[in-house]
């Protein structure tokens, strides 16, 4: 899950504007006949390949082991893709002066400032609720 949401979080802009992009096209052009986006996300799995990784008493431990590896090494690949992509910079366009920063920037920095607003006003109470307060306060309280 974390992997997910570091993907998440490093492709977020990208993925934003692709949707952007998109949408435009297709409001330019709405009689052009335009593919839906599809995700490059891999397909979830059927009933049957579900079945496969479930161990019976029959199964040899040996083969879920083997499984487990190479679901290990596509994360492994999968986290080196990730940690590439986030040491991507945008060169400058003066070879002399360094890069302009992250192309994918780290998602714990902070993209916006706190917004300042007004206090609430005061809301003052209506003559009947300050008299019946005053009413509470004029009648002595019993006594222990």
């Known amino acids: 899950m974390d992997d997910r949401h570091e993907w998440e979080q490093a492709t977020q802009h990208s993925r934003h504007l692709a949707i952007a992009a998109d949408a435009e096209l297709r409001r330019r052009h709405p009689s052009q006949r335009i593919e839906p986006l599809r995700s490059n996300e ?8 579900h079945e496969e990784l479930l161990l019976t008493p029959s ?3 040996g083969e879920m082991t083997e ?3 190479d679901l290990a090494a596509q994360r492994q690949a ?3 893709k990730i940690q590439e992509r986030q040491a991507l910079t945008i060169p400058s366009e003066d070879p002399d002066w360094e890069d302009l920063g992250h192309a994918y920037p780290s998602p714990t920095t902070p993209e916006r400032d706190a917004i300042l607003q007004s206090p609430k006003p005061t809301i003052t109470p209506s003559a009947k609720i300050l008299e019946l307060a005053r009413g509470r ?6 006594a222990d």
């Open 67 to 69: 499984w487990a590896k």
């Open 42 to 49: 891999p397909e979830t799995i059927s009933e049957a390949q």
């Open 137 to 142: 306060d004029a009648t002595p309280e019993a």
């Open 59 to 61: 199964q040899n431990i």
């Open 78 to 80: 999968f986290r080196e």
